[in-house]
């Protein structure tokens, strides 16, 4: 039971990510087998992280988990693919997906040995979490640890878009410290529930993308996305079409709420709830 209803979490939370994505996209790409790329991601990396973890499924605080770390692990999965693995024409997109300095795309070598280093430099902070949960809560304290965690994958979401964004765009210091100050927040309601430092981390930034890619999708929706500026829309259709998978989406959101609410309302013992 806890597998399969560990597989229904990661399906809605990819057919969450699906669906803003092709709220963005579809205008200008059209609707294909794309949409259920993060879906089937999704879905196997639940059930690999409910078997990891072994994650009792009857608790709500565990939905909330699994929720937050399978949408953080399918993005950095399908991003890191098209940034430094994948090799597509760039010209359709005003900002290149491709990893770029100072916003010229870089050959295949720099590609792949760039994408090597960002690895390394991610594994480094995650020992460095796991260095700190050693330390929690004594000599550091339960909140500046919490702090430290939750915006983390903040900070790394924060520099990695302005790296490639700030060429085309601009530098907006607002845009760059909005993603760590969400990934707290939500570290901070994650760590009620758990006192794992890398889930905190993982899960308050998978939370901070899907709140903010909600955002910018859907509180602006006849604003062209920044990849897509100035680009023309191929397919008029799906201006009408993508309204369709609103119900969806909306659902998926008061799903989200509902498991915080129960979460709450339930035995918890995260770090926080300790103090």
């Known amino acids: 039971m806890n597998v399969f209803l560990g597989l229904v979490i990661g399906l809605l939370a990819g057919a969450h990510t699906a669906t803003w994505g092709m709220y963005k996209d579809a205008v200008h790409e059209g609707f294909d087998a794309r949409y259920f790329r993060s879906i089937l991601i999704s879905g196997t990396v639940a059930v690999a992280l409910v078997l990891w973890l072994e994650l009792d499924m009857t608790r709500a605080a565990n939905y909330v988990i699994l929720f937050g770390l399978v949408y953080v692990l399918e993005r950095v999965i399908t991003e890191f693919w098209k940034t430094f693995i994948r090799v597509e024409d760039q010209s359709k997109y005003f900002i290149p997906m491709q990893f770029t300095v100072f916003g010229k795309v870089q050959n295949r070598r720099t590609q792949l040995t760039s994408g090597a280093a960002w690895l390394t430099v991610v594994t480094i902070l995650i020992l460095g979490l796991l260095w700190l949960q050693r330390l929690t809560p004594d000599p550091v304290p339960r909140w500046l640890a919490v702090g430290i965690a939750g915006s983390l994958g903040g900070w790394i979401a924060a520099v990695g878009g302005a790296w490639k964004d700030a060429p085309y765009e601009g530098f907006e210091w607002f845009k760059f410290f909005r993603s760590p100050f969400v990934a707290l927040c939500y570290g901070i309601l994650i760590a009620h529930f758990t006192d794992n430092l890398l889930i905190i981390a993982l899960g308050g930034e998978g939370f901070t993308v899907a709140t903010l890619e909600t955002y910018k999708t859907f509180f602006f929706p006849n604003k062209p996305r ?25 659902g998926i959101w008061v799903g989200i709420v509902a498991a915080y609410v129960t979460a709450f309302a339930q035995p918890h013992d995260g770090l926080l709830a300790l103090l």
């Open 226 to 250: 920044g990849k897509w500026t100035g680009k023309p829309i191929l397919h008029p259709e799906m201006l009408r079409r993508r309204q369709y998978f609103l119900p969806l989406y909306v």
